[in-house]
Nanobody, 121 residues
Framework: QVQVMESGGGLVQPGGSLRLSCVASGTMSSFYDIGWYRQAPGKQRELVASITRRSRTNYADSVRGRFTISRDNAKNTVYLQMNSLQPDDTAVYYC???????????????WGQGTQVTVSS
C-alpha cells in the first residue's frame, strides 16, 4: 500500500511561481513512478508531468518549458516547480503513484487529496 500527500498550492498572480510537493509513504512507495495531474472545474483530470524512479521525465505540451518535475528519493518526495503561471493553470493538482512504460504513465488508485492552485490577479 502507498499513500501520497500533496502540498504547496495557493493563490498566485499571473507570471508567478509555486512549488508543489508530493510525499509518498508506505512499504512499496520507492517502487513507483510519480505523476502530477490537475483538474480544473468542469474539465477532465489531465496528466501534467511524470517522473520515473530513475528521474526520467515527461511533460504535457501545455506546461513544457514552464514546469519542472524532480524528485528527492532520500525524502520520498517529488516536486513540481511551476513558473510563468497563467490563469489556465488554475486547478486542483494531484499526484499519483503509478508506473511509466514506453513513454506512457499508467495511473493507479494511489491518489492524494489534492492541492488547490489559483492563478489570478
Amino acid at each position: 500500500q502507498v499513500q501520497v500527500m500533496e502540498s504547496g498550492g495557493g493563490l498566485v498572480q499571473p507570471g508567478g511561481s509555486l512549488r508543489l510537493s508530493c510525499v509518498a509513504s508506505g512499504t512499496m512507495s520507492s517502487f513507483y513512478d510519480i505523476g502530477w495531474y490537475r483538474q480544473a472545474p468542469g474539465k477532465q483530470r489531465e496528466l501534467v508531468a511524470s517522473i520515473t524512479r530513475r528521474s526520467r521525465t515527461n511533460y504535457a505540451d501545455s506546461v513544457r518549458g514552464r514546469f519542472t518535475i524532480s524528485r528527492d528519493n532520500a525524502k520520498n518526495t517529488v516536486y513540481l516547480q511551476m513558473n510563468s503561471l497563467q490563469p489556465d493553470d488554475t486547478a486542483v493538482y494531484y499526484c499519483n503513484a503509478g508506473q511509466e512504460a514506453d513513454g506512457n504513465f499508467y495511473q493507479t488508485d494511489f491518489w492524494g487529496q489534492g492541492t488547490q492552485v489559483t492563478v489570478s490577479s
